[in-house]
């Protein structure tokens, strides 16, 4: 009989890969949980198979029944829809304490690191999925730790390139020439489908992903093979001025830039092979998404 899997954030980036993945498994069900059913992200989840259902981490009580009956369930907490470390550990600790009384036999969290207990500075959007990830193991439950890297995405979301001359586009992610994992985070959910379907192999582990680990100054590269006669360069900004930006959330992004060239955080393109071998490249994720790079550039 296919598994039930519950999925958060399945109208979101991870969510939206893990969910798309299982439901092209005939071993399994998707429960994809939303604040909005009736959005288009919603409707669409709806009209590929998936039972949509209302819930939200920050009500514990609709957490029951979001979990009711399944096998396994997928979570994602987004820090950055309120820039709140204590509410996002909240969420995480209501999620936890609610897989647990429903006996669920497999959690994947997307966690992260805890950076201010390992490096002594603060980075939020880490330490708050680091903590949470200490409470679910303190809870002993079933768990698998996923823990996504930079996305590519983020040059067409959050990163965009930005124009400096007439053809001219800096990369501001500021690696000081460090290399960096990435992934697509779309492309990760065939990853996670794997760790569903071998719980007894990745119970209990942490898998940091990595689809490519190269340096900023490589992504211009492939971006200008692709998108010419468009030119792009690595910004020479360090962390620490990045941080200084001033845009909410610009010193957390600083610090995590900074813990990443400083402690090279565990993420292995192996094992996301070994879970996923056609993780796309990001000369791949590139070549395919040329339209969607060029409108963010507009
Ligand atoms: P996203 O695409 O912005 O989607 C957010 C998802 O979270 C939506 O599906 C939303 O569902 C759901 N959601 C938000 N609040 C919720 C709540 N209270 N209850 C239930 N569902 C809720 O986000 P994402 O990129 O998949 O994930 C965001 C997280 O990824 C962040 O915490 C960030 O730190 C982490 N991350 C990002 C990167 C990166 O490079 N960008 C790398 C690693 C980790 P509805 O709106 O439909 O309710």
Redesign the pocket.
Known sequence: MAKLITV?????????GVAKALLEDQDFQVRA????AS?D??KALQARGAEVVV????EPSTLGPALQGAHGVFV??????YLNKER?IK?GKAIADAAKAAGVKHVVF?G?ENVQKIAGFPCP?FDA?GQVEEYMTSIELPMTFVR????YE?YIS?LKPQKVEDVTYVLGVPMEGAEMDAVS?ADMGPAVRAIFKNRAEWLGRTVGFSADRLTVQQHAEILSKHLAPKVFKASDMTADAFAQLGFPGADHLGNMFKFNRLHNPDRSVELTRQLHPAAKSFDTWVAENKEALLKALD
């Open positions: 958060f954030g399945a109208t979101g980036m991870q969510g939206g949980v939303t604040r909005n959005s992200k919603a819930a939200s981490l920050d994602v907490t987004n820090y950055w829809e996002e969420q997307s992260l959007h999925k996504y890297p930079f996305y983020n959050s985070a």
